[in-house]
């Protein structure tokens, strides 16, 4: 039996029953795949079933408004990927119909669809010869060819590809590659892998060689850029005034509550419009005592809140000035985390409460 045999057989008998392995349908397994960006499989399930269902076909996600969409992201953060999302369900319903094409060019035209997800929806959705490339296969990959530069290399991802081509079991490629991704999940971990229960103990020259605790290497060159940062929290009565910038460095698109960057900054980018920055020297804001820390994508920020109460002829003023640079608008506290689906929100508000 050839490894790729060992691996579909193995598959067959121990894959996780997951609700878009059901049906071989391509949109499914393009969201799922999309919500596993930067998501573990527990944490995003109940997310996924919810999204099913409030668009159960890629023809309502496209009528979606965006701020449905980052409504029913809600708890996945990086945002940016539903708004991709909804882009892409508009450009297939324009330009295919609604069905995702069957050629990896084509594919990978859509909006937000890279690599990966390309080759992971034609493989799994219509069984094409393409092998797929994530985090776990690059690690089974790494140990079972011994696989020794850094797999964060610029040249690592071409190479692994070729070594992904080539171990490809072309008679059950969708099947292979969701065998390749759940033994990285589930048997080859990065640490304590389980080689006594893998298929491919035999085939894996790392084990061999005794090179498991060494591959794959991983060595990352950035550094989390560190920022310090402050939310204005202004309310009126029961309400709380969100804003939209034109051009933000995060959070693009959003109503977020309005906030600001100190010291120096990298670029002129994370500079906050000019109003919000004079309006933060507003004497009757009030700095909290307690801050929070936030992470995203090679930053690493630490947030305080500046609370002000407002009556309504203070609130009339404050938007007035503020929309000459930003859209407004007033948002009931409740809905906070609606409005602004960001877990940003929530660590606003449990501060505030």
Request: proline share 5%.
């Amino acid at each position: 039996m050839t490894p790729q045999e060992k691996l579909h057989s193995w598959f067959l008998l121990n894959q996780r029953d997951l609700p878009f392995r059901k049906k071989k349908q391509a949109y499914s397994i393009w969201v799922s795949e999309v919500m596993l960006q930067q998501t573990r499989v527990a944490a995003m399930l109940p997310l996924y079933e919810n999204f099913m269902t409030r668009f159960p076909t890629l023809e309502d996600l496209a009528r979606s408004t965006e701020e449905e969409v980052l409504s029913a992201w809600k708890g996945l953060g990086y945002y940016t990927r539903a708004r991709n999302v909804r882009k892409a369900a508009i450009y297939l319903v324009q330009n295919f119909n609604g069905s995702f094409p069957k050629n990896l060019e084509e594919v990978l035209k859509i909006p937000g669809i890279g690599p990966y997800t390309a080759r992971a929806i034609l493989s799994i959705a219509y069984d094409l010869p393409h092998a797929v490339l994530d985090g776990n296969v690059k690690r089974v990959l790494s140990r079972l060819f011994v696989y020794e530069k850094n797999i964060l290399g610029s040249s690592a991802d071409k190479e692994l590809q070729v070594l992904a081509d080539k171990f490809l079991n072309l008679k059950f490629p969708g099947d292979h590659n969701q065998a390749m991704m759940e033994l990285g999940a589930t048997v080859c971990l990065p640490e304590n892998p389980k080689c006594l229960l893998c298929p491919l103990q035999s085939d894996c020259r790392g084990l061999a060689e005794n090179l498991l605790d060494k591959i794959p290497l991983r060595i990352k060159d950035e550094k989390k850029l560190k920022l310090v940062g402050h939310f204005l929290w202004w309310e009126k009565g029961d309400e709380i005034l969100l804003i939209q910038e034109k051009r933000p460095r995060f959070l693009k698109g959003m109503f977020v509550l309005p906030y600001y960057f100190e010291g120096e900054l990298p670029s002129e980018e994370y500079q906050s419009a000019e109003t919000i920055q004079n309006l933060s020297n507003r004497k009757s804001l009030t700095k909290l005592s307690k801050s929070f820390s936030h992470t995203i994508t090679h930053h690493k920020f630490q947030f305080w809140i500046h609370r002000e109460s407002l009556s309504e002829k203070e609130a009339d003023h404050l938007v007035s000035v503020m929309r000459k640079e930003v859209e407004c608008k007033w948002v009931k506290k409740e809905n906070l985390e609606n409005e602004f689906p960001s877990s940003l929100a929530a660590k606003v508000k449990k501060i505030i409460s």
